[in-house]
């Protein structure tokens, strides 16, 4: 069965950097859509970023365009998720999902759209 392990999280300061892996076993990451949600105390888990399987196009949370980048390395199985002058906003457990078969472009914002959701890594952020 799928499973997924989210790593790379920590604290950090405002404006540093960290970049996130999510290892998969049981699936190969070239084949699926992949999402990056976080969920911060007191809040709904928020879209963040995705990388479709389809077209291979990518989708940003308006919050995090320009400061955040999603990517994958086939040969790892590894998907990561680059995260560049990061703000206190941003502090929250990071977890990554598989897309589920019926993901497409259109609802590529949904928690529901995805599946197989790993542990979490946390990120925090102090001004």
């Known amino acids: 069965q799928v499973q997924l392990l989210e790593t790379g999280g920590g604290l950090v300061q405002a404006g540093d950097s960290l970049r996130l892996s999510c290892a998969a076993s049981?699936?190969?990451?070239?084949?699926?859509?992949m999402g990056w949600f976080r969920q911060a105390p007191g809040k709904e888990r928020q879209f963040v970023a995705v990388?479709?399987?389809?077209?291979?196009?990518?989708y940003y949370a308006d919050s995090v365009k320009g400061r955040f980048t999603i990517s994958r390395d086939n040969g790892k199985n590894t998907v990561y998720l680059q995260m560049n002058s990061l703000k206190p906003e941003d502090t929250a457990v990071y977890y990554c999902?598989?897309?589920?078969?019926?993901?497409?472009?259109?609802?590529?914002?949904?928690?529901?759209?995805?599946?197989?959701w790993g542990q979490g890594t946390q990120v925090t952020v102090s001004s």
């Open positions: 999902a598989v897309g589920q078969p019926t993901y497409y472009n259109g609802n590529y914002g949904r928690p529901g759209a995805y599946s197989n």
């Open positions: 049981g699936l190969t990451y070239s084949r699926y859509t």
């Open positions: 990388l479709s399987s389809y077209d291979s196009s990518t």
